[in-house]
């Protein structure tokens, strides 16, 4: 597992042996994470596996944590960002904002992608796209995903996971992320 793939995943506990994930595999159903090794043990009928913490069934076919996957609404605008929890579907940026009408959506965690600065919407285009974009005088290149503004505090948290902490504070600063006064080191689930 690389650096940043460690950083994003250790506070991250297997749903089935409750330990900390080893080589993580989500399940398709329920987007819940499990180990490998405990998905070879789950998987004794070869067609489904129940997941252990919510008990619904996922077909077997599994996203594996390096992945990536592409917009469900439309496989042509390219790389999703996003998971919906509503209808389960794989969700592009450009997507997002006709889709979440009443919907509960997540940014996905593509943290090798995050690694090579591809969580921006510019570098998730297709070439075609990504041409027309350089002409564009209001160019979205450096936008965050999450919350569509330049140079945001997800952009510097994103940043502290990749490079590790420098000159700021590594540690969550959101109220329910704090147990016993002490915050929770920052790690890409905090960004949401």
Not at 51 to 75: F, V, Y
Not at 134 to 144: F, I, K, L, P, R
Request: aromatic share 6%.
């Amino acid at each position: 597992m690389s650096q940043v793939e460690e950083i994003a995943f250790r506070d991250l506990k297997c749903a089935s042996c409750s330990q900390i994930l080893q080589q993580p595999v989500q399940l398709s159903t329920c987007f819940h994470i499990i180990c490998f090794r405990c998905q070879q043990n789950l998987n004794r009928n070869g067609t489904k596996i129940t997941c252990p913490q919510c008990n619904k069934d996922s077909e077997m076919e599994l996203i594996p944590h390096q992945e990536i996957m592409t917009c469900d609404l439309s496989p042509d605008h390219g790389v999703a960002q996003w998971d919906c929890f509503e209808c389960g579907k794989s969700i592009c940026s450009i997507c997002r904002d006709t889709h979440t009408e009443g919907h509960r959506i997540t940014l996905k965690a593509y943290p090798a992608l995050l690694a090579r600065n591809i969580w921006t919407e510019a570098s998730l285009d297709t070439p075609s796209q990504e041409q027309d974009r350089t002409d564009d005088t209001n160019s979205t290149a450096n936008q965050c995903p999450i919350c569509d503004v330049d140079l945001c505090k997800h952009a510097e948290a994103l940043q502290s996971l990749i490079t590790g902490p420098q000159k700021y504070d590594d540690h969550c600063q959101q109220k329910d992320h704090v147990v016993n006064d002490i915050p929770r080191k920052l790690n890409f689930f905090c960004l949401e």
